[in-house]
């Protein structure tokens, strides 16, 4: 291995930050009976009975469509936005079939919450704040100020964003930007902040940008080390391969998917870290409630109390979110995020007349906003209650999730649905927030591998074919857990047996089939769509969509991904030394791998080191985002080498290439 390996290992930076660069679509093998063109399969009587239970629910309470619609100043059609390239970053038509009844392929809950997202266009929140909805996975919110706007999370990309304003200057007119708020630090509430606003803008206008705490290190740094590997999970998630339609992607739950565009960010001018913190942009008098560590690492809320109006950033929204997400991320706090809502409470429930977030449509009247996070943090108080009652009397996680379900008074509300996260593995993410992923059964200590326990398994359970036939018998009586179950150890024991890869996808469909939460849906169907057609073939991560969202990334963190993609068997016995002499930034890290460990530091230029590259931190950035090839970088007349240009090959040679398109649903 040379020093591509450098580009291959940096290719993955941040990679699950942009859950969305992978275009939806999907193979269109032969088809097999009752199978669609992607080789998805029909419902199930079963499916079709198991959806049944779900009208037991008020699904044809009018109300949230009502709210959801309310307020409509404006709604273009059709919503198709491209990028500079002519290329497709959002299109509303792939949702067309939403339109219809729900399908018997599809959950009707999810189907209704998935209705509710489709809906877009530019809102009336009150006089003088608008949303526009619906052109991107999250809401992009103004507010009149005196002399002009205040815009709050400008969506995920450039493009979005860009359209998005564009609607709200056709019918509000035009007035300058005077500042913008970021209320926290997932990409899809700041990305698209230089489709409103350059950064020349930003800095020869005087606009104000405001967010929190630590916002710049969490927005930048979130998913560096397991960047690649979150990735891969985000496309599972998100139904990244998935088509759109009543046998695949048909919601988040959260909103539709993540936008496919380029990402940045700004520098805040200001940040928040205390509760309350009053600050007044363009006349227009905000109080802050600083909530870290909840459902992000740096997050606010805020109220105008002119306006009486609450934003519940995505801290309160129209679904229980996620204590665990499945993409893979630390696990939240859900004491403190039930805290931090009942704060809400004390602070502005007394006087708020409209509660607003940055997902879904907002709550007007001040019972009604009450009621809502009300039961909203008493969905995350119980959860962690019941979760540490039982596990204090001994139960295991998936004991847990099996027995838990919310109480009469909070199952029924819509909003406390898991249609992103679920109770089921909300639950898993407490019990491992306090005891971790060991549940103290011995036999659970030192598990054997996937693919040994799967050969095991069928070895024992008497070979290929009566594990298929228990399957099969398994599924045929909707038994499907336990059809995966079997299915799961036979593809890991023999991956090229299509009988069961066929069968485990046919089980991974009907469970899709009946999820109520988009993202378990979206798993299932991806995990039966790569059965049937493979992992995705090997590609970039798209890292060029976020060049300038590099540039702000420190350099420590992409130092200590670089650390992760050391292989340690073969370094057991080396001993190297390199100094990255940045000469635009006048700094020096100098790397040294001893005891098989990659160390990185601060520090003058080590004149005892093998080799020194001087460089600059844009060129490095370059060879990360894909800009140039490893050829092209270390030809590069910004670079010089001096010392053993062999040591550093040698080094560079150490750092192992991900895999960024891994297998999941098999060794």
Known sequence: MTSVGLLRSGAGLCAALFLACVHPGADTPAMAPEADASGATAASAATRAANATYQELPLADGADRRDAERGLVAREEPLVIENA????????????????????????????QAQLNHLHGLYEVAPGIHQVRGYDLSNFTVIEGKTGRIIVDPLTAKETAAAAYALVEKHLGERPI?????????????????????PEEIEEQGVNIIAPAHFMDEATSENVIAGVGMQRRAEFMFGARLPRGARGHVDSGLGRAPAYGRVGIAEPTESVDRTPT?????????????????????????????????????????TMHNLYTLRGAKVRDALRWSGYIDEALQLFGGDAEVLFSTHHWPTWGNA?????????????????????????????PQEIADTLELPPSLRPSFANRGYYGTVRHNA?????????????????????????????YVAAMGGADEVLRKAQAAFDTDDLRFAAMLLDHLVFAEPGNDDARE???????????????????DVYLVGAHELRHGTPEPGGTRLELAFDLLRH??????LESFATRLNGPDAADVELAVNLDFTDTRENYTLWIENAVLHHRQQPVDPEADATVHLTRELLLELIAGRKTAREFLFSDDLDVDGSRTALIRFFSLLEAPEANFAIIEP
């Open 428 to 456: 898993k993410a407490v019990y491992q927030w306090y005891f971790g992923w060991y549940d103290g059964n011995p036999a659970h200590l030192d598990p054997l591998p996937p693919k040994q326990a799967g050969e095991k």
């Open 178 to 198: 005077r500042a913008v708020i970021f209320t926290h630090s997932h990409i899809d509430h700041f990305g698209g902040i230089q489709g409103i606003l350059t």
């Open 85 to 112: 390239q002519g290329e497709v970053v959002w299109d509303n038509r792939q949702y067309a079939f939403l339109e219809e009844a729900a399908p018997d392929t599809v959950n009707p809950s999810l189907w209704r």
């Open 503 to 521: 069968l485990l996808a046919r089980t991974y469909d009907q469970l899709g089939y009946r999820a109520e939460s988009g993202p378990w849906r």
């Open 278 to 318: 009053e600050i007044v942009l363009d006349g227009v008098r905000f109080l802050f409630q600083y909530t870290p560590e909840s459902e992000a690492p740096a997050e606010f809320m805020f109220y105008l109390p002119e306006k009486q109006a609450l934003c519940g950033a995505e801290v309160v929204t129209r």
């Open 553 to 558: 990334t420190p350099m420590e963190r992409f």
């Open 368 to 396: 009604e906003i009450v009621d809502y996070l009300k039961k909203q943090r008493d969905t995350y108080k119980y959860v962690h209650d019941q979760t540490m009652r039982l596990a204090n009397s001994g139960a295991t």
